[in-house]
């Protein structure tokens, strides 16, 4: 059994990993952030810099991750969100609430990479649906409806179905 000396230890170290884990967690979020701002500005060349960059701070964040759980592995801290609670709140009140405060943030800055990489990926689907609905539109037997568009992106259907663009060049 650990001493409380040990176990002020082991959580000062504790407190180092996740901070370091809640840096790179930030600089993701920024990232993906700067990634939908890209995106949503067409900006080619920022949008391929950004790429490189949310690769390198996924690997560190990985790293990081990987460090903190491996060190609450060999010191039989269980990741178990119960457990975990159960740990920060035992023996050293001076560290606990740090720790507490950084396992929220944590799970915050998660959250926040995890909404921004389903807008991103909506994002990225809206655009990929409008240039297969475009290049469809081009091909000698496409029909009206793939044609016409609203505001959502989505098609809008006509009363009466064409056969093709070339039906519409005979008018």
């Known amino acids: 059994m ?7 230890q082991v959580k000062t170290h504790l407190i180092k990993l996740l901070r370091e884990e809640a840096r790179c967690a930030r600089a993701l979020s920024k990232s993906l952030e700067a990634e939908r701002a890209a995106l949503n500005s ?22 990081a991750s990987n460090a903190r759980v491996t060190f609450m592995e060999i010191n039989n801290i269980s990741s178990h969100p119960a457990a975990v609670n159960d740990y920060v709140i035992s023996n050293s009140h001076d560290t606990d609430a740090e720790l507490d405060i950084l396992f929220i943030q944590l799970s915050e800055i998660a959250q926040q990479c995890f909404h921004e990489n ?27 409806q793939s044609l016409t568009y609203g505001e959502n992106g989505h098609n809008i259907n006509t009363m009466e179905p064409v056969n093709s663009l070339f039906h519409l060049a005979k008018i």
């Open 2 to 8: 650990n001493t409380n000396n040990e176990t002020h």
């Open 42 to 63: 067409l900006d080619e060349k920022l949008i391929t810099i950004n790429s490189a960059q949310k690769q390198s701070l996924i690997e560190s964040l990985q790293s």
């Open 118 to 144: 389903r807008l991103i990926g909506k994002l990225i689907n809206r655009r990929t649906q409008f240039i297969a609905k475009t290049i469809a539109s081009l091909s000698p037997t496409a029909s009206m």
